[in-house]
């Protein structure tokens, strides 16, 4: 295999980028053989619910190896394995003896600018300059930046295959828009539903919104939360999200039924909603669930795809309100906190929505939508853009639910201040 001859083969077998962007491979490659790009390999599973990069390191290391050395199949480009710091895939490489590049466990940490600022000493967190750095150049803070190319762990496996079985072989799986064989991480919320609810939205409000640190004071490659060890981020996710069941990652293809995805990785017939594609992607309700097909055309109704091939299903006797108010709490804290829809935005929407969930009155929900409106397009990176869409969606397929918490009733036990409404008053005489 040569460097002109890969490209071709990709372009050919349609490999596109399993990290959820779902850019043409070959495209990526080509530039980055001709920039002679180092390669960083993400195998950070950064979004909520993601599990394969972990699962193709344990099962198919050695392919993941091969494919990286087709990539850079020039002499002298660099090959650096990309991990969440203290986690068991970043041990697993570097007992292959590989180059680990270890990223902070923050959400947009793993973002592909935020890896190569990260590989050139710099803070792991998105590059508000939008080059795609293929070729190299600088950012915005003048900094060279060598040519470097970042792919995704499944991404890479797949070109070790397809050099091995051709492109044929690759074709035979999937659609004709989306061929080839995938991974997707299917999870499910803990039977035990949501963690109880602190004293007060507000309290829980200051415990996760808290974690702002002013730029000045970041260290460590990243925002972190003040005074928080890098190995103790993924516990702090799991602590507050602690809803996601170890996922189960399956073989699949596009086209497939969601409910078989969903069969096949356990979840029970009567699961609640479904989320697709973690922070970045969107809800269906299970009825929805139940007649979709994966696949981008069976999903764009919904405001989303395959993406990173995430699937997680609600515990149906939770709050599912409740439930996005605990996500949209913590991803506040996850950003990089230097664009304004970040600093402001995210968290600001963070207050409304767990305002909503205590007191679901007309002028809140007006509130939280105002908010979603306004997060799209303005931040460095797609984050802000991501939380508006979850939020949106979350409005859309949990609208029942507000109208059952403007009763006062919540499927998840919550006590919810019940509007006084003009009915009300003149029952009470007021
Ligand atoms: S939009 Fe948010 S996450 Fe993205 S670069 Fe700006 S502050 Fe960072």
Redesign the pocket.
């Known amino acids: 295999m040569t460097d002109a001859t890969l490209p071709a083969l990709l372009e050919s077998a349609g490999l596109t980028g399993r990290g959820g962007a779902a850019f043409a491979t070959h495209v990526k490659i080509a530039a980055a053989t001709h920039a002679g790009a180092d390669l960083i390999v993400n195998l950070c599973d950064g979004e909520l619910g993601a599990a394969k990069d972990g699962w193709v390191v344990t099962h198919h290391l050695p392919e993941v190896v091969a494919g990286a050395s087709l990539v850079t199949s020039r002499r002298g480009r660099r090959i650096r394995y990309a991990a969440h710091r203290g986690s068991a895939t970043a041990s697993r490489l570097a007992a292959a003896g590989l180059d680990v590049l270890e990223v902070p466990a923050r959400y947009?940490s793993s973002?592909e600018t935020a890896l190569v600022s990260l590989a050139h000493g710099h803070l792991a967190?998105?590059?508000?300059k939008r080059d795609r750095f293929v070729s190299g150049g600088r950012d915005s803070a003048g900094h060279t930046i060598e040519p470097t190319v970042v792919l995704n762990a499944e991404t890479v496996w797949r070109v070790a295959q397809i050099a091995d079985r051709g492109a044929p072989w690759f074709r035979s799986f999937g659609t004709a828009a989306e061929p080839g064989p995938r991974l997707v991480s299917v999870s499910r919320s803990r039977p035990s539903g949501m963690p109880p609810l602190p004293a007060s939205a507000r309290a829980r409000e200051d415990e996760h919104l808290g974690h702002f640190v002013p730029r000045a004071e970041r260290d460590g490659g990243t925002c972190r939360a003040r005074g928080e060890s890098p190995a103790s981020a993924r516990a702090r996710q799991n602590a507050h999200l602690g809803h996601f069941d170890s996922p189960i990652v399956l073989e699949t293809e596009a086209g497939v039924p969601v409910s078989e995805l969903l069969r096949r990785g356990g979840i029970p017939d009567d699961h609640g909603a479904i989320l697709l594609n973690g922070l970045g992607g969107a809800f269906l309700t299970a009825t929805e669930a139940r007649g979709a097909l994966w696949c981008g055309a069976g999903l764009t109704a919904y405001g989303t795809g395959i993406g990173p091939g995430v699937i997680h299903a609600l515990d149906p006797r939770g709050c599912p309100l409740a439930w996005v108010r605990d996500v949209l709490a913590w991803a506040g804290g996850?950003?990089?906190?230097?664009?304004g829809?970040?600093?402001f935005g995210?968290p600001a929407l963070a207050r409304d929505w767990a305002a909503l969930v205590a007191s679901p009155t007309p002028e809140l929900l007006a509130q939280v939508r105002s908010r979603v409106a306004l997060l799209p397009g303005?931040?460095?990176?797609?984050?802000?853009d991501g939380v508006a869409g979850f939020a949106a969606s979350a409005l859309r397929v949990f609208e029942a639910d507000l109208v059952a918490h403007r009763s006062g009733r919540c499927a998840g036990g919550i006590p919810v201040d019940r509007p006084i409404t003009s009915e009300r008053k003149a029952h009470a005489g007021v």
């Open positions: 947009v973002e967190r998105p590059m508000t996850e950003s990089a906190g230097q664009c829809p970040c600093l995210v303005r931040g460095a990176c797609r984050y802000p």
